[in-house]
């Protein structure tokens, strides 16, 4: 992972042999991230009105700072249009920025047009990944004095619908941007994320919509990611009771709480994922439209399928581990050994067939005593009408330094369950890339 700098070159960026400006930038961003090991740095200018000298910057702040440092200077044509800058600096950016960098933008100098095409472009595109630069590093009495008041606004206009989105307050990021603008594409997206968090997939202003095909299209206007329109299409299933789009949702929406540290919730949602994907992994599914338990079914395409008991079970986490239980006692039976729940066996595992070995290595997975302890705090929460003091280093603790989440991900992914995205995340994309549209929009008219 890089620190990346992007910054409009200025004459007075250089003072004899030092470059003062920059070394207040590099200087806040190491103070931020001790353990820096590379730093890029973009120095942008209109035409080449300047000589700048690349080699001496690298290596001045390869010596003075003791860290990997690289120059790439950029040089944008005068005579380009606003939309052609647009577009040679989106190219630029995705071809030298990857999911892992951090980019740092700098505002205050510099030609105010050029600043404004580049931070709508970071924002639109890498807002999870850049932080702007303001001045002197983080100083803003230095940028308070330049005149950019207005398209600081905009600035904090957008950070607020940002955090509306990302603590999944749709309806007040609904508000917020009718104060401005009345978006029809932007209105529905965010209606369907608050349905979402009840699994309701329509709209009731618009009954009709396909809110995955709508949201599929936004993504394809927005940087037409396939991965993303798939992952999109594929959670359809959601619809029609699928049990792998159910699991991936629970995912989302588990990893959602889990970010934004609304605990007590979390921990249902995350039961409740770990008790469904238990289900999919002994082969069983059931009809979603009854609670009546004779609607349990074999899953289809499942390569191995535990046996039905003979006895009543229901939907319930302890029921399907019973079952799988009984499954392991006859293959121990059956081959005179044990099965233990720290993973040791006296079973010679090469005897089994692949069968018995699939539901011994289930049956290991899902009785890991960390996480019988996590789900056992279900009970503890509200939920199961206790009144457990939740923390995420308690979470962390139980799980063996590990997030709930990462305990579960290897589990997922040898299923084929881990998701790709996540419907809440994309939502939030799409909605701030639409309003960097539309300001981009205003700016041109201006």
């Not at 931020?32 to 730093?39: I, M, S």
């Not at 980019?103 to 510099?110: E, P, V, W």
């Not at 070995?357 to 705090?377: G, K, M, S, T, W």
Request: charged content about 25%.
């Amino acid at each position: 992972m890089a620190e990346v700098i992007l910054h409009q070159w200025q004459n007075n960026d250089q003072v004899q042999e030092r470059f003062p400006y920059l070394e207040d930038m590099v200087e806040t961003i190491l103070q931020q991230q001790k353990n820096t090991e590379e730093v890029q740095l973009f120095l942008f200018q209109l035409e080449d009105r300047h000589e700048i000298d690349k080699e001496k910057i690298e290596y001045y702040f390869r010596v003075t700072y003791e860290i990997n440092f690289t120059v790439q200077v950029v040089t944008i044509s005068a005579t380009m249009s606003y939309e052609q800058t647009s577009d040679f600096l989106l190219e630029l950016l995705k071809r030298e920025i990857t999911k892992h960098d951090r980019i740092y933008l700098h505002l205050g100098q510099g030609n105010g047009s050029f600043q404004h095409v580049l931070s709508h472009l970071c924002l639109q595109h890498y807002h999870a990944q850049s932080v702007l630069l303001m001045g002197n590093g983080f100083t803003v009495e230095y940028f308070i004095r330049i005149p950019v008041t207005e398209r600081m606004s905009d600035y904090q206009f957008y950070h607020h619908v940002q955090e509306f989105l990302h603590s999944g307050n749709y309806q007040s990021a609904k508000r917020m941007l009718k104060t401005r603008y009345n978006h029809k594409r932007i209105n529905h997206l965010l209606d369907f994320g608050t349905n979402l968090f009840s699994l309701e997939t329509t709209l009731a202003s618009n009954p009709k919509l396909d809110m995955f095909d709508y949201l599929g299209e936004t993504l394809r206007t927005l940087d037409n990611d396939p991965e993303e329109i798939a992952y999109v299409k594929s959670m359809k299933g959601i619809r029609h009771y699928d049990q792998t789009a159910f699991i991936k949702y629970l995912y989302n929406y588990a990893s959602f709480l889990y970010e934004n540290e609304d605990l007590v919730d979390f921990i249902v949602l995350y039961y409740r994922l770990v008790e469904e994907t238990l289900l999919y992994a002994i082969g069983w599914d059931y009809d979603d439209r009854s609670m009546n338990h004779t609607n349990f079914k074999k899953r289809e395409h499942a390569t191995y399928v535990l046996d039905f008991p003979n006895w009543w079970f229901s939907r319930h986490f302890y029921k399907y581990n019973q079952a799988l239980r009984e499954e392991i006692a006859r293959i121990e039976k059956k081959h005179r050994g044990r099965v233990y729940r720290s993973g040791h066996t006296f079973i010679g595992m090469e005897h089994l067939s692949e069968r018995d070995r699939y539901f011994v290595n289930v049956y290991l997975q899902f009785n890991d005593r960390e996480l019988i302890h996590l789900l056992d705090l279900r009970h503890e929460g509200v939920s199961g009408h206790g009144f457990a003091d939740f923390s995420i280093e308690k979470f962390t603790t139980i799980c063996g330094g590990v997030s709930p989440l990462a305990k579960v991900e290897p589990i997922l992914e040898e299923l084929g369950l881990r998701p790709e995205h996540s419907l809440f995340k994309l939502i939030g994309k799409v909605v701030l890339g639409e309003l960097g549209k539309m300001e981009t929009d205003v700016l041109m008219k201006q």
